[in-house]
């Protein structure tokens, strides 16, 4: 009886472990499908900003161009590491100009979160940040990305204390008092800003894809529980 729920555990194991190898090979299958839909897009030429009935679905990474004025003093600037080192994103309001019909009607001329770079923690006061405002209406492409609400692993943002970990549209804009605004924001490409900052085009675009290692492991234990289970077959055929 031992043998045979021995068996009888190997083979369900088996089961389980090949059923585990097929999900991560349809998941492996599908995040190949989502690195080729965002590299097309992130390399696509850029089109105007989707109307307000599309915001409700995946527009994440596509490449947009805005035209409008900078709320220069209702940035906010929020937390970050990058390749530069520690520093902050200026994440400044724009106010959209000549926005679409689907856009006036829907919100009149509405407010766009754009992220405009990266600033190191020396730029981080406002005297030595404000070099190179642009005050006039300018254009600028950048990549949709989502909110991120709430904040960081770990850390929450405190809008009282203006200290923020993540870049949260709807926090920020209530925060900021800036009413009705698009429910995403904009990472501004790598064009130079007049006096070097802030440094746009660090949007990091990164998938991890290990979905064929983790197939081949499911498989592999399939495979031993499978043997485990011959094993005993045999060790009690020959016992008879």
Known sequence: MRRYAFVGVCLTLTALFTALGFWQVERRAWKLDLIGKVEARVHAAPSPLPPPSQWGGDLAYRRVRVTGRFLHDHETLVQAVTVH???WWVMTPMRLSDPAPAFRRATGHPLILVNRGFVPNERHDPATRRLALPAERV???GLI????PGGAFLRSNDPAADRWFSRDVAAIARARNLGPIVPF???ADATANPGGYPIGGLTVIAFRNNHLSYAIT????ALLSLAGAAMVIRSGARRR
């Open 145 to 148: 990305r989502g909110s991120e």
């Open 139 to 141: 254009s600028l492409t």
């Open 185 to 187: 924001f904009l990472d």
């Open 85 to 87: 080192g520690p520093g």
């Open 218 to 221: 499911w498989f592999g234990l």
